[in-house]
């Protein structure tokens, strides 16, 4: 009965060297050494769990992550119509109203990029859970671009959210007249405050470092760059300093693409040289947050 036994057990043994125990065990080289990458390219399937995770995050709480910032730029739509645009005032041709709402409804979008980016690596960070976004098979870019495309379609739902609660309003007009020119310096003011999110997320170790960066940097940029009036309103010294600010250049020329009017230039090509500067910054800030993130700084420490 033994030898029956020992006879059956060998026969339930795979007999040729690459079906063996020792090829599942990688002994005939089927798995590479540890710490050779075994996913080559993108890691599709891996960047659209955490892209849909991010998503679904700010989802939950929709009525705090979209609905507000709806209610609160249309806020600032009824504050300033009713304090500045009285009496039939005009700026750039159009009603006031017409005028300031472009630039409210980028400001909501950028301000809700940045909050949505900056809050995933820094609560992970605060939590103990930022291992659950550094040990899964992603590359630093995958991570990058998982995060900065969730906070850019945040950023895109409260845009939509925000246009239809001010196309309601009266003395609002958002005819487009660049379609281009929306979609472009739409998305790239969302990807350029997500990135920088992202970046204040890996530099911060606490809410409150968070919190001084969007009271301290981010919101006197976005109040300070246009939005309520045209910097030829400033005196020339204050001008210069205008231009210096990428925030301007976003709600200018996303401003542009209702109104078919800008403060950047006088003429169309001046808007179009300000998309081509924006794209170049968001390349540098890509570059150096993707740099940043491979070092590890304050991730892996």
């Not at 939005?227 to 709600?251: C, E, G, H, K, W």
């Not at 230039?265 to 001046?270: E, L, S």
Request: hydrophobic share 55%; charged share 10%.
């Amino acid at each position: 009965m033994a030898d029956q036994a020992r006879t059956l057990e060998n026969s339930d043994v795979p007999q040729t060297p690459s079906q063996g125990i020792g090829a599942v065990t990688g002994a005939e080289g089927r798995f590479p050494p540890r710490g050779v990458p075994i996913i080559h390219g993108i890691n599709r399937i891996g960047l659209w769990s955490l892209y849909i995770k991010e998503v679904r995050r700010f989802l939950k709480v929709q009525t705090q992550t979209i609905w507000a910032p709806a209610i609160t730029t249309l806020l600032f739509l009824v504050i300033f119509t009713v304090a500045l645009g009285r009496s039939g005032r005009e700026v750039l041709g159009v009603p006031f109203a017409t005028f300031v709402a472009p630039g409210l409804i980028v400001m909501g979008m950028m301000q809700n990029a940045f909050a949505n980016s900056s809050f995933s690596l820094l609560s992970g960070k605060i939590q103990g859970t930022i291992i659950d976004l550094l040990m899964p098979p992603l590359s630093e870019g995958e991570l990058m671009a998982g995060i900065v495309f969730a906070a850019v379609t945040r950023a895109i739902m409260v845009g939509c959210t925000v246009a239809l609660a001010m196309a309601l309003y009266p003395d609002v007009s958002l005819a487009a007249a660049h379609p281009w020119a929306i979609v472009w310096f739409g998305l790239m003011g969302a990807a350029m405050l997500a990135l920088l999110g992202l970046l204040a997320s890996i530099w911060a170790e606490k809410f409150d470092h968070n919190a001084a960066v969007t009271n301290f940097v981010i919101a006197p940029l976005s109040l300070l760059s246009g939005t309520f009036y045209v910097i030829d309103n400033l005196a020339p010294v204050f001008q210069s300093i205008s231009r210096l600010n990428p925030f301007f250049y976003v709600i200018s020329g996303f401003r542009f693409g209702f109104l078919g009017e800008s403060d950047i230039g006088d003429t169309n090509q001046a808007v179009l040289h300000a998309a081509l500067g924006l794209g170049v910054f968001n390349l540098v800030l890509a570059v150096l947050v993707y740099g940043v993130l491979r070092s590890g700084w304050k991730l892996k420490d």
